[in-house]
Nanobody, 129 residues
Framework: VQLQAYGGGLVQAGGSLRLSCAASGRTFGSGAMGWFRQAPGKEREFVTTIRWSDGRTYYADTVKGRFTISRDRAKNTVYLQMSSLKPEDTADYYC???????????????????????WGRGTQVTVSS
């Protein structure tokens, strides 16, 4: 699976940005596609993910109510609408794919970065105060 992310940039606090990530290659119908982020000097952390089969979404508490993930199955693309951005949202954002298997993936699986099989290059998001 190849992943290409778009949409990063510089925005003022309180503003919005929309990221997108297109996947190509093998299918992952029983898996999920998500976003992680990594700020300078910090570990990569879970942001949000969407289960491909049924659209179930999961969010980190730090972004719940401000970020929305959605998918276009026909285009194999996910979108991350980020609103009410804060300086602490500044990071490189990475999209990733969990291929899945025989069982529907659950939250405790999808929160873990080790569960993701393919990663795209990061797109930088900078929120100025």
């Amino acid at each position: 699976v190849q992943l290409q992310a778009y949409g990063g940039g510089l925005v003022q606090a309180g503003g919005s940005l929309r990221l997108s990530c297109a996947a190509s290659g093998r299918t992952f119908g029983s898996g999920a596609m998500g976003w992680f982020r990594q700020a300078p000097g910090k570990e990569r952390e879970f942001v949000t993910t969407i289960r491909w089969s049924d659209g179930r979404t999961y969010y980190a508490d730090t972004v719940k109510g401000r970020f929305t993930i959605s998918r276009d199955r026909a285009k194999n693309t996910v979108y991350l609408q980020m609103s009410s951005l804060k300086p602490e949202d500044t990071a490189d954002y990475y999209c990733a794919v969990h291929i899945g298997g025989s069982f529907t993936p659950i939250a405790s699986t999808l929160w873990r970065r080790e569960s993701y099989d393919y990663w795209g290059r990061g797109t930088q998001v900078t929120v100025s105060s």
